[in-house]
């Protein structure tokens, strides 16, 4: 064996750089070259890609490995007998196998081999896979999972976490914000909730319309309420049309019939509203009178019932008032319990005997009442 093929297999045995793995990794992680989809293993989410698109990568990124230190995959295949091909193959499925080799990711597999019932063919990313039961062999059709985490930036932790604190700082201090920012953070929620909430309606309503009219399935945000993608993803496209069952022909469209009943029934809807609904007027001063109620509810009306901070002049007015109304009151009790005064020793003897010879007097009165009596009687 030649000294360039010695030296060849001692590179292929070791494991690939940390670099090249998180310039893959990264990629995997902003879509930028491999599509990476959530998926359900063991009752636990990951993020899964598929090998083709790491090759797919590889092929149009081939100064990448060479970047980080890999053996270089330009130069043609020597099966094919192409030398004048941008890249080799070969070379990248043994990159990939040699990145497998080093725990980089491992193979896992669909949970459900056939597709559900009413499909044709199975989709694209499973949403449940298993571990394959070879993870550790590459191959061009797998599906494969991260066992590699990227580097931590210190920076940006800190960063994360004082805003973390921050945070929850400020939903603890609240309650005792200032008035205008209690009413700029209910508004602002509430225009997301009504942004969210409008979206969907029009979304629904477009839907409606072309599928009665012409039996189109179009969606306005396609991916608005898809979880699986990342959220700038959630606004791609503007426009798009549901597909078949085949997932590349369009749906069937809806009898005449079908489309007719619909129409008659939307009419019917927009009848009885139209005459057994609110006025214009009625709608506006029940929205006024909701928006008073929430207010109201919140302690948001006035600034006077708001628990604001204790530079708010109109609540130190009213604590200043308060106090000197409870120290007013506190100073009469006090007053009226200082005038009672308690009798001397000398008053209470002098009471006691006067008692003394009040019940003398009686008994004395009583005896000599009883004594002429019995005169009389003998009498």
Not at 192 to 197: A, N, T
Request: hydrophobic residues 40%.
């Amino acid at each position: 064996m030649s000294s360039s093929e010695e030296t060849t297999s001692s590179s292929n045995s070791e494991p690939p750089p940390k670099s090249f793995c998180t310039a893959i990794r990264t990629s995997t992680e902003e879509n930028s070259g491999i599509d990476c989809r959530d998926a359900i293993l063991q009752n636990e989410r990951i993020s899964m890609f598929r090998g083709k698109d790491l090759v797919r990568f590889l092929r149009n990124n081939p100064a990448v490995p060479a970047a980080h230190g890999m053996p270089s995959i330009l130069g043609g295949d020597s099966a094919s007998g192409d030398n004048n091909a941008a890249y080799s193959n070969e070379k990248i499925m043994a990159m990939c196998q040699r990145l497998v080799n080093s725990r980089y990711f491992y193979q896992v597999e669909r949970m459900y081999k056939k597709p559900r019932p009413g499909r044709k063919k199975l989709v694209k990313f499973p949403r449940k896979v298993v571990v394959a039961d070879n993870p550790r062999e590459f191959r061009y059709d797998g599906f494969y999972v991260w066992n590699y985490d990227l580097p931590t930036n210190q920076l940006r932790l800190y960063l994360l976490s004082g805003l973390v604190v921050v945070a929850t700082i400020m939903m603890c201090l609240f309650p005792v914000a200032p008035y205008r920012v209690k009413l700029t953070v209910l508004y602002l929620s509430l225009s997301m909730l009504i942004l969210l909430l409008g979206t969907l309606i029009i979304r629904g309503l477009v839907f409606a319309f072309f599928w009665m009219t012409v039996g189109w399935h179009l969606w306005i945000f396609p991916n608005l309420l898809d979880e699986t993608i990342p959220f700038l993803d959630t606004f791609k496209p503007l426009i798009a049309f549901d597909m078949g069952i085949d997932g590349k022909s369009p749906p069937g469209k809806p009898s005449i019939p079908t489309r007719g009943v619909a129409w008659a029934f939307s009419g019917a809807v927009i009848f009885l509203l139209s005459t057994n609904g609110p006025s214009a007027g009625q709608v506006r001063d029940a929205t006024k009178q909701m928006n008073k109620d929430l207010l109201d509810y919140l302690k948001l009306h006035d600034p006077k019932l708001a628990i604001t901070n204790a530079t708010n002049g109109t609540n130190a007015t009213d604590g200043a008032v308060n106090a000197t109304l409870d120290g007013a009151v506190n100073a009469t009790n006090a007053t009226n319990t200082t005038n009672v005064t308690l009798p001397s020793l000398d008053e209470v003897l002098a009471m006691t005997e006067d008692a003394d010879e009040e019940e003398a007097d009686d008994d004395d009165a009583s005896s000599s009442a009883s004594s002429s009596a019995s005169s009389k009687e003998d009498l």
